[in-house]
């Protein structure tokens, strides 16, 4: 987005808040429908937790998207926002048998990652068809917080216990529909990728019901210049012809999907904050924004790098800074970053903020979330207003003392 729009919308609905670009969202759903589009039955379902706002979602809906979600509330989001439950895969890790019960009575895809459940739902709900979770215990992500396939992972069944489901689902007689994995976010070797889903393949052979395979995400978007991307297009030449001779040999054309979350909405992002001080130490010029890591907490959390731009002044001398900020606890969001000269009252805006940003913020130290304003058709559009004191105390109950 353009650094004046961008300095106009901080303008009118304050600071921080968070920006998201319509048609960078679109463009990256078209990006991915293309790059496969050699593929009969192609449904590439949203993750919701990226980035949960209901008009975000209304956005994907009219895309022809559907919603993988990981919660009965994100659940409930997507219906808000108007899906059809049958556009809905729900996709928990460690819920409740009585959670996944309410979302199957929603009408959403189960997905099922764990032997006890499986067994529990099947026999209790045997006419309900299920999806499987598979750990293929295949190493692949950024990072190992973020990196759910290997083998000590708690996602997923292993592959190693097969067997062992195969005599679940024979003596409940449920139905598997879908077989999924998802290995885990930052793909960053397609053949490892591909390995992977040899193994799905494998798998897939000892089910008879199936209509869907899914390869989860894990697509990787670049965070600064120089930084590696899943090429999307190799990723679908490569899969699209390794999934169309599996249809053949299993002999139905099954549907391939995906549920992305970062891909779809990272790049579409920016979070703007006002520089409130310019500390001078012996060392280092520190910048410190009103916000912190109750607002973006990715760079603490997983060591990601937002490129930062000072947009009230980007073509002044660049000089180093330490964005920090002012959270009463370390939050830096970048050390010695070279940023054009920044004074207080700037406006910096931090890149890639579209996915996991907002929802992961809380309201530590007691402040208020951010605003959340979508740009869509050439307009600012408020699509969440800045929490009040009011919700900071709406739960409380003050007792007497
Ligand atoms: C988080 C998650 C995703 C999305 O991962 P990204 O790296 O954001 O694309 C997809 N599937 C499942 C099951 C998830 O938990």
């Not at 353009?2 to 106009?8: C, F």
């Not at 994995?181 to 490892?192: E, K, Q, Y």
């Amino acid at each position: 987005m353009e650094h004046n729009t961008l300095l106009q919308i901080a303008e009118e609905f304050g600071s921080p808040v968070y920006v998201y670009d319509a048609e960078k969202i679109k463009h990256q759903y078209q990006r991915l429908t293309s790059a496969f589009s050699k593929v009969k039955h192609l449904k590439l379902n949203y993750a919701v937790k990226a980035l949960s706002n209901i008009s975000i979602l209304k956005i994907f809906n009219q895309l022809g998207s559907g919603l993988d979600t990981v919660s009965i509330q994100e659940v409930q989001l997507g219906l808000k926002a108007g899906f059809q439950p049958e556009q809905i895969i729900y996709t928990p890790n460690g819920v409740s048998l009585t959670e996944i019960e309410k979302a199957a009575k929603l009408g959403v895809q189960i997905n099922i990652d764990n032997l006890s459940i499986l067994e529990q739902f099947g026999t209790k709900h045997p006419k309900i068809p299920v999806c499987i979770r598979i750990n293929p215990h295949v190493m692949a992500g950024g990072n190992t917080n973020i990196s759910v396939g290997h083998i000590d992972s708690k996602f997923g069944i292993s592959i190693h216990q097969i067997p062992h489901l195969l005599r679940i689902v024979e003596n409940t007689k449920m139905t598997i529909n879908g077989i999924h994995m998802h290995t885990g976010s930052d793909i960053l070797d397609i053949d490892v990728f591909l390995y992977a889903s040899e193994i799905l393949f494998d798998t897939a052979k000892n089910f008879k019901n199936l209509e869907f395979i899914d390869f989860g995400s894990g697509f990787k978007v670049p965070y600064k210049t120089g930084d590696i991307e899943t090429n999307i297009e190799e990723l679908g030449n490569k899969l699209t012809k390794r999934f169309n001779a599996f249809c053949k040999t299993y002999g139905k054309q099954l549907t391939l999907a995906f549920e992305p979350g970062k891909f779809l909405v990272s790049e579409a992002g920016y979070f703007l904050t006002k520089v409130n001080v310019v500390k001078q130490t012996t060392s280092t010029v520190f910048a410190q924004v009103d916000s912190g890591f109750n607002h973006l907490i990715r760079p603490m959390l997983y060591g990601s790098q937002h490129e930062i731009i000072n947009i009230s002044n980007p073509k002044g001398r660049e000089r180093f800074y330490s964005v920090v900020g002012y959270i009463c606890e370390t939050d830096t969001f970048a050390n010695n970053r070279r940023i054009n000269e920044i004074t207080e009252d700037d406006v910096l805006a931090f890149k890639n903020a579209g996915a996991y940003c907002f929802s992961m913020a809380s309201n530590y130290n007691s402040r208020y979330r951010p605003s959340e304003v979508l740009w869509y058709n050439n307009k600012a559009h408020l699509i969440r207003r800045r929490e009040t004191f009011d919700d900071i105390i709406h739960n409380q109950i003050v007792i007497d003392l």
